[in-house]
C-alpha cells in the first residue's frame, strides 16, 4: 500500500512508483488493456461553492503530472459557482446536472469524462489535491478501484467527531460482512477507478426522468457507498489509499450524522439484495 505522511510532504518520482497493495479479489469481467500513463479526469460536483472552488480549482491544476481536465458539475447553484469556476480556471468545463442529487452530479461528470481515469473530488476543499498522483498510482499497479481512507496508516482528518468514527467503523463491519471486503473507511467520498468500469458500475442514465415523488436510486448521497457495493459485488481489485481529510473552507457541511448513517446502513442492505438477485440470475443461466 503506498503511504502519504500527514504532513504531506511534495510529491516525487518514487512517491508515484511505489506499488500500492492491492487486495485481490476474485474477477467476473476480463482484464482490459490499461496504459501505464493514464489520463486522468477530476469530476468536482458542486452546490453553491464558489469560494471553495476559487481555492480548490487552481490546486488541482497545479498537481503534477498535470490531469488531463477537470469537469465542474453545477447542481442549479445561486452564488455563481459556474462563473467563478470560468474565471479561476478558464479551460475547466462546467456542465449542469440533469436531475438533483450528488448521485446525478456524479454521473453527469462521468459521462462527460474523457481521460482513462476519472477522480471523485469534492468542492468544499476538505480533500487535497496532491493526493490525486498517489491514487493514479494504486491503479496503474494493477487495482480496479482505488479508495481513499482516513483510517489507514498515512490517512487522517481534521474533521471527524468521536460519534461519527464510531458509526463508520459500524457500517464498515457491516459492508465487509455482506461484501466480503476489508474497508477501513467505507463513508469517505475521495476515490479513483477505471473509466472503462462505468457500464459495471451501471448507475442511473443521465437522461431518465426523475419520479414525480423522489430520486432514481443512486442519485442522491448514497452515491459513494453505492460505488463501494458494486465494486465489491462485481469482484474487483480494490487498494485503499491514505488519505488526510481537512476542515471545509468555507460554508456549512450538509452532512446529518444519524440521518445519513441511517442511508448508508439503508444503502448497504439495499447494494447487498441487488447483488443476491444479479448472483441468482448468473446462477440460473
Not at 477537470?70 to 470560468?86: F, Y
Not at 460554508?251 to 441487488?274: C, K, P
Given at each position: ?61 497545479a498537481v503534477r503530472p498535470a490531469v488531463h481536465e477537470i469537469i465542474v458539475v453545477d447542481g442549479n447553484s445561486t452564488d ?206
Amino acid at each position: 500500500m503506498s503511504t502519504l505522511t500527514p504532513d504531506r510532504p511534495a510529491l516525487s518520482t518514487q512517491a508515484l512508483a511505489a506499488p500500492p497493495h492491492v487486495e485481490t479479489r476474485p474477477r467476473q469481467y476480463p482484464q482490459p488493456t490499461r496504459t501505464p500513463f493514464p489520463t486522468v479526469s477530476v469530476v468536482v460536483p458542486v452546490r453553491n461553492e464558489a469560494r471553495n472552488l476559487e481555492i480548490v480549482l487552481p490546486a488541482i491544476a497545479a498537481v503534477r503530472p498535470a490531469v488531463h481536465e477537470i469537469i465542474v458539475v453545477d447542481g442549479n447553484s445561486t452564488d455563481g459557482s459556474l462563473e467563478a469556476a470560468r474565471r479561476v480556471l478558464p479551460w475547466v468545463r462546467t456542465i449542469t446536472q440533469t436531475r438533483k442529487g450528488k448521485g446525478n452530479a456524479m454521473a453527469c461528470g462521468f459521462a462527460a469524462a474523457t481521460g482513462d481515469v476519472i477522480v471523485m473530488f469534492d468542492a468544499d476543499g476538505s480533500a487535497d489535491p496532491a493526493e490525486i498522483p498517489a491514487f493514479v498510482s494504486a491503479l496503474v499497479a494493477g487495482a480496479d478501484f482505488a479508495k481513499g481512507s482516513r483510517f489507514t496508516t498515512g490517512g487522517g482528518s481534521d474533521d471527524i467527531t468521536l460519534l461519527r468514527r464510531g458509526g463508520n467503523a459500524g457500517l464498515n463491519g457491516v459492508a465487509n460482512a455482506l461484501f466480503g471486503t476489508s474497508y477501513t473507511d467505507l463513508c469517505y467520498g475521495y476515490n479513483a477507478f477505471w473509466a472503462d468500469l462505468l457500464p459495471i458500475l451501471d448507475l442511473p442514465a443521465i437522461d431518465a426522468a426523475a419520479p414525480a415523488d423522489g430520486m432514481l436510486w443512486g442519485d442522491g448521497f448514497e452515491i459513494e457507498t453505492v460505488l463501494n457495493c458494486r465494486v465489491a459485488a462485481a469482484g474487483l481489485r480494490i487498494t485503499e489509499v491514505p488519505s488526510i481529510e481537512r476542515l471545509r473552507v468555507f460554508g456549512d457541511s450538509n452532512l446529518r450524522t444519524f440521518a445519513d448513517g441511517t442511508r448508508v446502513l439503508r444503502t448497504l442492505l439495499a447494494e447487498h439484495r441487488r447483488a443476491d438477485r444479479r448472483s441468482s440470475v448468473r446462477r440460473s443461466r
